[in-house]
């Protein structure tokens, strides 16, 4: 197995620069998914990768070997765009032996009726149509295999194009929002297939998509990409409770983490709109304070004012969506349904997040160490 590694990789499209010196590495084996929002970056960063794009600078390199001077088709790369660029005019089954009789048989073996006298094509083609009907049994499209592309639904499709790109057992994968096109049930069901199609077949992927809830459920490991810089790279838990960065906080999570500018004074305690938060910080000023929707609930004594502005029933849980003063976006608090009390719109309440899962950020976005301590105490030592 292969593993991918790219360093300090550059590219420049004319006044855009596509990628700022991004590096990547993905272990033999490991799904990676990159997220990011639109023009982040992501598909300029596999674009490179396969060998579609040439760096600026920087190299990349394809199980220990620095892959820069060859071409796409020599990197043993295969990728899965949105679009499944399958060809219309052949059948699954022919669209899937594509790469393998574009890589076993040459120009004289192709052709209709000559090709088969040669020496060796009919060896080659058992071959090949042995190696396509395994491969749709693993993707469960065994009966679709005579249909052409028109005749199939979206996710058909996609299998096929799945098909298409594991049949020659390539060393890496890379795959380009391949679910977009899908509709939304299917895409639960499709993003299952792909990661236990993963584990199966055990090629290093990379997986591009700009749903971040997609690259958490199916990911070893998350890559936040925006403006051109990987932000932060770690499991779907470490982005979530522990990001490094207010962009990534921001971006990762549904609804979106809630972000309160903040002061801290000169005990070094956080106040959201004056109201004391119970959180300690060793610097001094202007920051941000954030919790995520979980972490924020409605407190009947104290807590940051606000008021209610709509209440979403969920099942499970009920959204509250309020209003802070001054603030340009509603607070969104995520309570279990069978606890959460009764709210009418307009509502005057307070918000009290929980100190212990405060995530704070300095002027620059960068999180800062906070601790929670006792509300109402004036003076600390922070240590
Ligand atoms: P999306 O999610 O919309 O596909 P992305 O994160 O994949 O976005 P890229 O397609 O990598 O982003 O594009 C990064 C930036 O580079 C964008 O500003 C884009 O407009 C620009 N860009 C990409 N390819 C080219 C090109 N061939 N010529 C000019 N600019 C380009």
């Known amino acids: 197995m292969a593993g991918i590694e790219a360093k300090d990789v550059s590219k420049r499209f004319g006044d855009v620069q596509a990628l700022k010196g991004v590096s990547l590495a993905v272990a033999p084996g490991e799904f990676v998914s990159l997220v990011g929002p639109s023009g982040c970056g992501k598909t300029t960063l596999m674009r490179s990768i396969a060998g579609l794009e040439t760096p600026d600078s920087g190299t990349i390199a394809i199980g220990g070997e620095d892959v820069g001077g060859l071409r796409a088709a020599d990197r043993d790369v295969a990728m899965v765009f949105q679009s499944y660029a399958l060809y219309p005019h052949l059948t699954a089954r022919q669209n899937m032996a594509v790469p393998l009789v574009m890589r076993r048989l040459d120009a004289w073996r192709r052709l209709p009726l000559i090709g088969d006298l040669l020496p060796g094509t009919r060896a080659a083609k058992a071959e090949i149509a042995a190696e396509v009907a395994r491969t749709a049994e693993l993707l469960g499209i065994e009966k679709l295999l005579e249909r052409k592309p028109g005749q199939l639904s979206g996710g058909q499709r996609q299998r096929v194009a799945l098909g298409r790109a594991i049949v020659r057992h390539p060393r890496v994968f890379l795959l380009d929002e391949p679910l977009s096109n899908l509709d939304a049930g299917l895409r639960v069901q499709t993003r299952k297939e792909i990661v236990e199609l993963h584990r199966r077949v055990g090629a290093s992927t990379v997986y591009v998509t700009h749903d971040q809830t997609e690259a958490m459920t199916m990911s070893d490991r998350v890559a936040v990409m ?4 990987i932000l932060q790279i770690g499991s779907p838990r470490d982005v979530y409770l522990d990001p490094r960065d207010l962009r990534v906080a921001a971006f990762v999570g549904s609804p979106k983490i809630n972000a309160f500018a903040a002061e801290a004074g000169a005990d070094g305690l956080v106040r959201v709109a004056g109201t004391p938060t119970g ?3 060793a610097i001094q000023g202007a920051l941000t304070f ?8 409605p ?14 029933f969920l099942g499970e849980a009920v959204l509250l969506h309020a209003r802070v003063a ?8 995520r309570m279990d349904a069978r606890r959460a009390g009764t709210f009418e719109r307009g509502q ?6 929980d100190p212990a899962r405060a995530l704070l950020f300095d002027a620059a976005g960068k999180r800062i160490v906070a601790r929670a301590v006792p509300l109402g105490l004036k003076e600390i030592a922070l240590g």
């Open 226 to 229: 925006m403006a051109g810089e």
């Open 299 to 312: 407190n009947a004594h104290d807590g940051i004012p606000a008021r209610v502005e709509h209440v979403e």
């Open 348 to 353: 005057s309440i307070r918000l009290r997040p």
């Open 279 to 281: 959180v300690a910080v």
């Open 326 to 333: 001054g603030a340009t976006e509603a607070v969104v608090a």
């Open 290 to 297: 954030a919790a995520r929707p979980e972490d924020i609930a």
